[in-house]
């Protein structure tokens, strides 16, 4: 839970940048949208392969040596 303590002297405004800097660094508003609404772990499963998926053809598309995907025929 993200908690800022107003200093004396110190404006709305500032403490307000503070609060909003806290909650990005620990991931509250992602985690919440994530918890929005029911998954199935089947659908899950399927979420995180195309992600995993997604990630390898990216660092073989930039990788120096060219990849080396899978070969066909």
């Known amino acids: 839970m993200a908690t800022v ?3 004396p002297g110190e404006s709305i405004e500032s403490a307000l940048r503070r ?6 660094s620990e ?4 985690d ?10 089947g659908q899950k ?3 995180k392969s195309a992600l995993a998926r997604k990630r390898n053809k990216r ?6 040596m060219g ?6 025929g």
Do not use: D, W, Y
């Open 5 to 7: 303590n107003v200093n």
């Open 19 to 24: 609060f909003k800097r806290k909650v990005m």
């Open 27 to 30: 991931e509250i508003i992602k």
């Open 32 to 41: 919440a949208k994530k918890h929005a609404f029911f998954m199935p772990p």
């Open 45 to 47: 499963a399927k979420l």
């Open 59 to 64: 660092k073989t598309r930039t990788s120096p």
């Open 67 to 72: 990849g080396g995907g899978q070969r066909r």
